[in-house]
């Protein structure tokens, strides 16, 4: 075979390999997968969105809808009618709260509305009734590495003179002893004897008389699992 011949079966070669490599890059999971979600969980000024962006993104499809997109991810819970919401990455509200859904700055009510790559989503707690100054408090329970199902946040309004111990025994899942300042069990669940309940408003610990402290708007109350 002559040296120009040769120089022709090459180069088609390397354009052939060049080819392939160009058609496999255009066809990675980079354009359905990843697409850059932002995503929101807002409780007045709290932020409770966790790490459910990053289930958002790997749920992401091109195409696909708000629903669908809550569905897959698992991040939104929604009620038998396939549109009411739940609970948002494991928050509830009290019955009266709404969750509001915002897609680039735009509230929405179709949950069929198809999520465009990139989409910042908002999820935001809101009075149910119009014109209601919201003040919300949270109470969250901790199951830790022990009881993991158990961790759930519940949002309730906030009422004058509100103590922490009025806050338990309002969000119904918190049963104390007959002193009304040790908690016995939350959502049901008793500790083992190595294990027992420990309480933080807004992330500093509780001791002593703890439970007869005034909460104020906005106020987080942890109730965590732990060893002793």
């Known amino acids: 075979m002559s040296t ?21 890059s255009g066809n990675t999971g980079s354009s359905n997968r990843g697409e850059g979600l932002t995503f929101s969980v807002l409780v007045g000024e709290s932020e409770l969105a966790g790490s459910s962006v990053r289930l958002l993104n790997e749920a992401y499809v091109k195409g696909i809808s ?18 009411s919401i739940l609970e948002v990455n494991k928050v509830a509200l009290d019955p009266g709260m709404s969750w509001e859904i915002q897609v680039n700055g735009k509230s929405i009510q179709e949950l ?3 999520v465009e790559p990139g989409a910042a989503i908002v999820i935001a707690a809101r009075p149910a009734a119009i014109g209601t100054v919201f003040y919300p408090v949270i109470i ?10 158990l961790t759930h946040s519940h949002v309730l309004p906030f009422v004058e003179d509100m103590s922490v111990r009025a806050l338990m025994k309002n ?16 959502m ?10 420990r309480l933080k408003v807004n992330d500093k610990a509780l001791l002593g008389n703890g439970v007869d402290m005034k ?9 965590a699992l732990v060893l002793r």
């Open 171 to 186: 969000s119904g899942m918190v049963k104390l002893a007959d002193d009304n300042r040790t908690v016995l069990t939350v």
């Open 112 to 114: 069929n509305t198809i």
């Open 66 to 83: 708000i629903v669908e997109l809550f569905k897959k991810s698992g991040v939104v819970r929604l009620a038998a009618d396939g549109h």
């Open 215 to 223: 909460l104020k708007p906005q106020d987080k109350l942890e109730i």
């Open 188 to 197: 049901e669940y008793t500790p083992l004897s190595s294990e027992e309940w």
């Open 140 to 149: 969250t329970v901790n199951g830790g590495s022990e009881q993991p199902e």
């Open 4 to 24: 120009k011949w040769m120089r022709l079966l090459l180069c088609l070669i390397l354009l052939a390999t060049a080819s392939g490599c160009g058609f496999g």
